[in-house]
């Protein structure tokens, strides 16, 4: 299986304050990746390198065989990459359809209709609402709306950043379906932030920890959620 | 009398509210207190008045004319001047515009003197009479062009895919671009149709107020009340705070003295800026930038 995302010696920082070191990391074509750790591990951080909101003071981001590490986050969607960032971040003045149109400002919205549609399918509820404004909706009801931007950029590597964040876990599980749905339907490939250890490796095929900045552990989502170590450090219980 | 008043403030509000739009939409969207709005209105006022000189064009016909030309120099103003220190602090863009405003006005100083010209048309000084309340045709044409520009700005800005942008980023600069707006782009093109659209009401003012270079003076005062009133980055409500701005300022004229205009309309704002200080009319949007 070939990576359509990897990552190697990637350091980054907020001014003089390092968050990353030397991080290896690939999201391998077609699958769902788990990025898990604790609070200030850096997920979030390598999220925004991803994505190109943090540009890595060392390293190369290979996207799809190209080292975009110094591409803006502007053009990076273009090339299909599309980050569903942690608090959604929707545009709380637009409505919720115009905030779908947003997402795909980098396709010109060329055959958006058809996304819409998709939209639609994946979230019913959001169509009834459609012309109401984003920073108006409830939590579970925004993030639905921030994956159907995503959606509408047609990515093929998404990015979830604490997609469970504040939300019950009814509708978790329905948010956890869609990603699902997309990966094995449409084959988009994932990288899903989470703090729910247990949901991120039950949904994804392969994991990596991270620790105050370093890929700590990875391997196989199944292995990492028995490992004894992932267990009883992230989920809570003991050996 | 009374009714003469509500008629003569109304006329003038439309120009007030389109002369703000673009001030108060460059506030909203990118945190800038642009302080050389005013010399946009006079640039288009002078613009109205050459082609009016060399082409007997008419003051409203040459809004065409202007708008592209304010196009250019706001967008320019903007990427060369303004989008380098627009995230530094605000006491830096204040100075850049205040410069800039200076620079502006100096030069038509030289080009056209401090001399005051004005411009006619074959209908200035007639009026359509409505029982005993007069409508003079300039001001009724103005005030209805106003009205028209201001509309299509706001529905460029809610009903197409650039003006949705310019919206986003102003609401959340990092999250448009993720959506992959280029932020310089629309700081760019908004500050270039900010100018575009005061240039339009530079043209109307041009056959309503005496030109000079110091004319858009007279207007910043204005447009700073206005948009507070309106809210902003609000369409709709600079507007309706324009048509709100010249009916105070025409009661105060008529009932208390042409000098007590200003410090009528000033004290007003102040008592806004007391009781409401999110504005009259609210908000479209209220970004990052602008906070």
Known sequence: MTALLGLEGVEAAYGESQVLWDIDFAAETGRITALVGSNGA???????????????TAGRVIFDGADIAKVPAEARVGRGIAL????RRLFAGLSVLENLMLGAFSRRERGAEADLARVWQHFPELEGIAGQL???????????CAIGRAMMARPRLLLVDEMSLGLAPVIVDRLAATLRDLNRADGTTIVLVEQDVDLALEIADRGYVLDTGRVVMNGAAETLRDDPRVREAYMGMAN | MFLQTIVNGLLMGGVYGLATIGFSVVWGVMGI???????????????????NQWLGLDPFLAMAGAMPVLFVIGYVLQVALLNPVMRTSLLLTLVVTFGIDLILIDTFVQIFSSDVRGVQTAYSGRSLALGPVLIPYVRLAA????????TAAYLFLNRTRTGQAILATALDREAARLMGIVPERIYGLTGGLSAAVTGAAGCLASTLFPISPTLGLTFLGAVFVITV??????VPGVILAGFAYALVQAFAS????????EIVAFSMFLVVLIVRPQGLFGKRFYGEAAS
């Open chain 1, 42 to 56: 850096g997920k979030t951080s390598l999220m925004r390198v991803i994505s190109g909101l943090l540009k890595p």
């Open chain 1, 84 to 87: 569903v960032p942690e608090g």
């Open chain 1, 134 to 144: 984003a920073g108006t909706l409830s939590g579970g009801q925004q993030q639905m």
């Open chain 2, 33 to 51: 207190i642009n302080l050389a709005h005013g010399a946009y209105v006079m640039i288009g006022a002078y613009v109205a008045y050459v082609l």
């Open chain 2, 143 to 150: 005030a209805v062009l106003s009205v028209a520009v201001a």
């Open chain 2, 229 to 234: 009133l309106g809210g902003i980055g609000s």
């Open chain 2, 254 to 261: 008529t009932y208390l003295g042409a000098n007590y205009q």
